[in-house]
């Protein structure tokens, strides 16, 4: 049982050491919202979403007053569109995006998460129309992100698929070019996607959960960090338990809130998703424990090992603490969220080809990455096929968040703004691509999927 003094010990931890809730997300099923009128399916949605989530955004702010616990965001996943409005007599699914954007500005959530393909295996004539809505979707909307899963260590990786991604994400830059081209900021291409990620852009309901569901996602770089400088000699041994027992902390205090937020709305409760997500704020940083544990900036010798044990730590710390872990849990290493990569990339110790070693070993991949607005779409899609065979022979969940910002070039600042922070224009390989992006088809599943 969770104890009431569980959560107040971490009073410290958020009142000097960034500690927060990074959002409680509900999930919510569309499958019995299907129509073939797309205007009756709109209406279902969005009659759906606001009986079960209208509530959600005063439960997190009573619950942040209550516990004294920041809940930075309140969001929504839902089922994947494609599969949803599969029924719809269609051919455009920008209808199904402005509706989702009006549910989410209904009830003041944050993002809601799920204009989403899951295209590991082939893609439908539904997983086109949502292909050729997604740049207008996310143009005229503020609040919808959207997913693509190309493929899976089960499955294999649809190479059509990912030739697509390239031009859609240039169109989606030229469409918001007066934006910083912030539309690709709400878009992920997936390997090895999950089913209960709370954390946006990359969410969607699975279609194997429940109907609704209230999932937790728990922030703390901070408390990491403070937690490492108090024990600076330590040993590698050391150092891996004292991250453990520091991510045991952060799980039971989310568990808590997340817990009573679902008793409260009256939801089953999902998953505590542990996942050491940084922000632009001073001391809430991944770089930052990097140079704690003794690199002189992040992308030093040493970098990739000290992300691996760190993210392992906090995977093993998640699951002492909670059997409700799911999600990415891990480190995030999102470039234009973390202020010691900023340093790192101006400096010149982190480049892009470093950032995918990284990935290797860290819970997702490639994330919020801004790149030069000319960048061909071949290298875009290269990129992501690079991220996506990391994930597939590893088994683990890759991912590429990337934006070409338009009109910018190598070394220049982009600022986002809010959580998505600002980013230096990082260098791309300028090499050829071209021959190899294009040949069309289908990679295998690597030896090892076929464990039956």
Partial sequence: MIRLKEAFETKRMVD????DVRTLTMGISLLDCADKDVNKFNENIYNKITYYA??????????EKEYGIPIINKRISITPIAIAAAACETDSYVSIAKTLDAVAKEVNVDFIGGFSALVQKGTSSSDQILFNSLPESLAVTDRVCASVNLGSSRNGLNMDAVAAMGPMILDMAHRTKDKESIACAKFVAFCNAVDDNPFMAGAYHGVGEKDVVLSVGVSGPGVVKAALVASKKQSFNDLCSTIQETAFKITRAGQLI??????????????????????????????????????????????????????DSIKKGGLMASTHVGGLSGAFIPVSEDRAMIKAVKQGALSLEKLEAMTAVCSVGLDMVAVPGDT??????????????IGLINNKTTAVRIIPVYGKTIGEMVEFGGLLGYAPIMKVNQFCNNDFITRGGFVPAPIHSFKN
């Fill in 16 to 19: 000097d050491f960034n500690l």
């Fill in 54 to 63: 209208k509530d959600l955004v005063k439960v997190a702010d009573d619950l």
């Fill in 258 to 311: 997340g817990q009573e937020a679902a008793k409260r709305l009256n939801v089953p409760f999902g998953i505590i998703d542990l996942s050491l997500a940084p922000t632009p704020a001073v001391g809430d940083s991944i770089g930052e424990i990097f140079e704690v544990m003794g690199l002189e900036v992040a992308g030093a010798p040493g970098t990739t090992l000290a992300l691996a044990l760190l993210n």
């Fill in 376 to 389: 061909p779409w071949q290298t875009l899609s290269g990129i992501i096929a690079d991220e996506a065979a």
